[in-house]
């Protein structure tokens, strides 16, 4: 979708301010927030991409105005009302009200922290062999589609360089969905500066993506 | 910092939210408090800088190691027993004269947690996010850092499931040094490419 979350290229948003000594957590319920994602996403509540789209789907002016951190509890909660794992009268009662929906993997427990310690694993076997290799030109394809895509805007109908072939793995677009991880080849795919930010642009910047195949053309 | 909920109020009325949603999920027995707990103390014990700064240390002072990590960064991370294990799709991006990486991931916020910890909140904001594809110079004075001007910049951004970790360049005046004195020189954000490992002697 193009939503705010999509923010390669935009201007206005003024200078990064590091914070010096930061902190993991700036409160308490950021850390809360943080596990009951990582817990219902391990238990099989959701997966990562359609976790993705929750937050990208929260109205622009929360997106921009919330924290990180409230913008990860205000998209869990909506995909688990909209996923009927917890319901509305729950959330108004704060205690739960409804009874539970089966969890796919079962009820997280403290035996289950130790493997969400690695990130998951998204190769799969190909179906089918790829169509670009390193050195092959490309079009990143100028497609807007309304639901999660991880082609940001800034690169849609532009020519790069296919430099890395990544093998295959699991589309987000699809597994967004749910509608299955319709595994695709993913490369890493060059831009020239000028060509993403015009002839203006600072010669010595390249900026690449990691494309899956779905959003490329030959060029 | 602009991205963050300061107001006592807000800071209140989240914090209920939060608590509201962990009850729920306890009581439909989703979840046990006790792996929150352990999830939250296992990122803050397990995971951070100091897991990258080994790797890149490593890298400085053994060159097949560093061919291995820059060839396929998980597998050479992975024969690093005391370095925090890591997840698939590591990809190590090596800082040159003639070349700096930078990382972003403009559509959310993927980072190598497993390397790096959690990123700090100017990674996930609009700022870093809108800016670093289109204006890397002008982002890298922000943190006080300036490149030769005929210096290649090259930015990744992050939009798979692919992790990229910078491998900044070994400062100068370290001849001889061992492997765990070089890794205190080395910073989150050289790892990030929006700064350079510290300098022998220099105040840190």
Redesign the interface.
């Known amino acids: 979708m193009n939503g705010v979350?999509?923010?390669?290229?935009?201007?206005g948003?003024?200078?990064?301010?590091?914070?010096p000594n930061?902190p993991?957590f700036?409160?308490?319920?950021e850390?809360?927030?943080?596990?009951?994602v990582?817990?219902?996403g391990a238990?099989g509540?959701f997966n990562i991409d359609t976790l993705?789209f929750y937050?990208?789907a929260l109205p622009p002016h929360v997106y921009?105005s919330?924290?990180?951190y409230?913008k990860w509890?205000l998209g869990?909660?909506d995909l688990l009302i909209d996923k009927g794992?917890?319901a509305a009268e729950?959330?108004a009662a704060?205690?739960?009200v409804q009874?539970?929906k089966p969890?796919k993997r079962g009820?997280?427990?403290?035996d289950?922290?130790e493997r969400?310690?690695?990130?998951?694993?998204?190769?799969r076997v190909a179906s089918a062999p790829a169509k670009f290799k390193p050195g092959d030109r490309v079009r990143a394809k100028n497609i807007h589609p309304v639901t999660h895509t991880?082609?940001?805007r800034?690169v849609r109908g532009h020519f790069g360089v296919v430099e890395?072939d990544?093998g295959c793995?699991?589309f987000?677009d699809s597994a967004a969905m749910e509608s299955g991880e319709n595994p695709q080849w993913?490369y890493?795919v060059?831009f020239d500066g000028a060509e993403?930010?015009g002839p203006d642009a600072?010669p010595?910047?390249?900026?690449?993506?990691?494309?899956?195949e779905p959003y490329l053309e030959a060029a | 910092?602009?991205?963050?909920?300061h107001d006592h109020s807000e800071?209140s009325e989240?914090?209920l939210?939060?608590?509201?949603?962990?009850?729920?999920?306890t009581?439909?027995?989703?979840?046990?408090p006790?792996?929150?707990?352990?999830?939250?103390q296992?990122?803050?014990t397990?995971?951070g800088p100091h897991n990258g700064a080994q790797v890149v240390a490593r890298a400085w002072t053994d060159p097949a190691f560093k061919e291995a990590l820059l060839d396929d960064a998980t597998k050479a991370v992975s024969t690093l027993g005391h370095v925090?294990?890591?997840?698939?799709?590591l990809?190590a991006v090596e800082n040159t004269p003639r070349r700096h990486n930078m990382v972003?991931c403009?559509?959310?916020?993927c980072y190598p947690?497993?390397m790096l910890?959690?990123p700090?909140?100017?990674y996930?904001?609009?700022?870093?996010?809108?800016?670093?594809?289109?204006?890397?110079?002008g982002?890298l004075a922000?943190?006080g850092v300036s490149l030769p001007?005929?210096?290649?910049?090259?930015?990744?951004?992050?939009?798979?499931?692919?992790?990229f970790l910078v491998l900044p360049m070994r400062p100068e005046g370290t001849e001889g040094w061992s492997e765990q004195q070089l890794a205190e020189l080395v910073t989150r954000?050289s790892m990030i490419g929006t700064g350079f490992p510290k300098t022998p002697g220099a105040p840190s």
């Open positions: 979350h999509d923010m390669g290229g935009m201007d948003f003024g200078k990064v301010e590091p914070e930061e993991m700036h409160t308490e319920w850390a809360r927030v943080l596990a009951m990582r817990a219902m238990a509540a993705r937050r990208e921009l919330s924290s990180y409230k509890l869990l909660e794992f917890i729950d959330v704060g205690h739960a009874p539970p969890l009820k997280f427990r403290l289950d922290v969400i310690m690695v990130r998951g694993k998204f190769g991880r082609l940001p800034y890395r990544h793995h699991v987000p993913l890493t060059v993403l930010w600072d010595t910047v390249k900026i690449s993506i990691d494309a899956f | 910092m602009s991205d963050h909920d800071l989240t914090e939210r939060v608590r509201a949603l962990e009850t729920i999920l009581e439909k027995g989703y979840v046990e006790a792996a929150l707990d352990a999830i939250i296992a990122y803050e397990k995971i925090s294990r890591v997840g698939d799709h990809v972003v403009t559509l959310c916020s947690w497993e910890g959690l700090p909140v100017w996930k904001a609009a700022p870093y996010r809108s800016r670093a594809v289109k204006d890397p110079r982002v922000d943190f001007k005929e210096t290649e910049i090259r930015v990744w951004d992050s939009t798979a499931e692919t992790r954000d």
